[in-house]
């Protein structure tokens, strides 16, 4: 599974403590109910992800279910990019089934929308496998695959994650693509959508390498291997300190930015 943990993507804490499930019957799989861009598969758009997934923690917590939840409604979230976003993780009660009916499965949100994206790509639906998978390894559940409207009065997860399900949620044929292309626009390459920052295990990535490549070019010590430790962590601190941004080692989308547009002032 091509995890992104809750560091990376910068997860707000729950505001209170999780209630345990230990072994479920299976997994339920959603969809986000409302529109959802049509373009957000696209090579560089995997921003657009994690501000899905943002937006949808910031209301499940504000009360926007009508019941303010201490996080996120679902134990993980599927990108159409094959990214797995852990929202509350295995082994804690969901919220997003319905009431009375978050004991027997964990919930998965798709990426998917009700306008706009509608149609989970293929490697969406090796990422719903996957965290399908994971959580049967990982987090004991059973072998049932439903959708939300199993039981619950739903059009969730819509027609073809429904059916999708229904079959057994199959790993489509075409393998997997590489994760995260990086792609240039004015010599600027794209954020590539998610936080970089020392986590356990490090973040690897051709972000990394990406962003390792151009430190080099300017003239720092960093090695080009795109694993960020600690040694890219110290670079990045001394360079955010030399650019005259707060030195916090970790890139966010302005530290991104300002790795290439930032220029020396001139002597
Ligand atoms: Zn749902
Ligand atoms: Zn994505």
């Not at 993980?76 to 990214?83: E, V």
């Not at 149609?119 to 996957?130: C, E, G, M, T, Y």
């Not at 959508?193 to 990406?210: E, F, H, S, W």
Request: glycine letters at 12%; a positive charge; aromatic letters at 8%.
């Amino acid at each position: 599974m091509k995890k992104i943990s809750r560091a990376s993507w910068n997860a707000i804490a729950p505001s209170g403590p999780y209630s345990r499930i230990s072994s479920p019957r299976g997994v339920k799989i959603h969809y986000t109910g409302g529109p959802v861009p049509a373009d957000i598969a696209g090579p560089t758009k995997h921003r657009l992800c994690v501000q899905h997934v943002h937006h949808i923690q910031q209301m499940h917590m504000s009360g926007g279910r009508g019941e303010t939840y201490i996080d996120i409604g679902y134990n993980l979230i599927c990108c159409p990019h094959g990214y797995t976003f852990i929202g509350r993780g295995v082994h804690h009660l969901p919220a997003a089934n319905g009431p009375g009916l978050n004991s027997g499965h964990y919930a998965v949100l798709g990426l998917v929308g009700s306008s706009g994206f509608t149609k989970p790509n293929s490697a969406l639906l090796h990422a719903l496998r996957d965290a399908i998978e994971y959580l049967r390894e990982e987090g004991g559940a059973g072998n049932e695959i439903k959708g939300h409207r199993d039981g619950y009065s739903t059009s969730c997860p819509g027609d073809d994650l429904y059916a999708w399900a229904k079959r057994g949620a199959p790993r489509p044929d075409e393998p997997l693509e590489k994760p995260i292309k990086i792609t240039y626009e004015d010599g600027i390459p794209l954020w590539p959508g998610r936080v970089i920052r020392l986590a356990d295990p490090y973040m690897q990535g051709n972000d990394v390498k990406t962003w390792q490549y151009k430190l080099r070019k300017r003239g720092w010590t960093i090695d080009v291997d795109g694993i960020y430790g600690p040694k890219s962590k110290a670079v990045c601190a001394s360079y955010q300190d030399k650019v005259g941004a707060k030195p916090t080692g970790v890139i966010d989308e302005e530290t991104w930015d300002l790795t290439w547009s930032w220029k020396p002032p001139a002597a």
